[in-house]
């Protein structure tokens, strides 16, 4: 963080960090060290988390076959049981417990807990067990604000005849940020933010970025980042920033907001 627009995110009062589940087994003293200064300026943060890696894993050995479709994992009956146990039994309350460790006092959330993720079937028949986030319940989340305590909450949602729902993180991420009203929301990544030239981008513009697509600069597995960024800009998020465990990075925002 070189500039003071880079300083942005650390001046806003509520930020969503969405973990893609590649970055859990790799979160270093940095990330968390980071994370509390976040908290330390004033900032109230969310988690939000995936877990392919370790789903794709938990699969296999129950010899399930996996199929991603159009960018979401088809979700049948057996495999929604294990997405279950994997996110909540496994993931969520791994990370929860590294926060804690590191006194950054954290409690698990997902779908079920106070209606926190009420959803419908996206598409059953093509997806299966996939849920489309109707609504998400803010008091929860407020209530916990007010406490001084973190939601880590696992991408997996629930319909009023409490059946589980998979649903994408990304997603996830993004209503929860738009339900409290959150100033920026963070993708963590493998990458730290978007390299043209071999420089680091420290601000980008949806239009910059379409351009830096169209010629060839931004490409292969950063392109569904960007796109997932300016989704979430279109959908009302002032800010959304790709960013490494440092929480560093590149932000993104529409040039009215840069400017």
Sequence with gaps: MTTSK???????????IKLG????????????????????????????????PFINEALKKNGIDSKIDDGIRVTCEKSIAIVKQVLVGEVNTCLVHQLNQKGIEAIGLNGFDGKLLECSMLDEKRYGFVGDIQSV?????????????????????????????NVNADTVASKVALEIGANSLLLVTDTPGIKIDSQLQQ???PSQLSEWVGTGDIYGGMIPKVNAAIACLNAGIPTVQIVDQYLTGTMIAYEEVLN
Excluded: Q, W, Y
């Design 21 to 52: 589940g590649s970055m859990l087994e790799r979160l270093s003293d940095e990330f968390f060290m980071k994370f509390m200064e976040l908290r330390n300026e004033g900032n109230e943060i969310i988690i939000v988390h995936g877990g392919g």
């Design 137 to 165: 319940n803010n008091k929860i989340i407020e209530k916990l604000f007010a406490a001084s305590i973190v939601p880590v909450i696992s991408c997996l949602g629930a319909t009023n005849d409490g059946i589980a729902l």
């Design 6 to 16: 880079l300083m942005h995110h650390t001046e806003r009062k509520r930020i969503v």
């Design 203 to 205: 601000v980008a513009s």
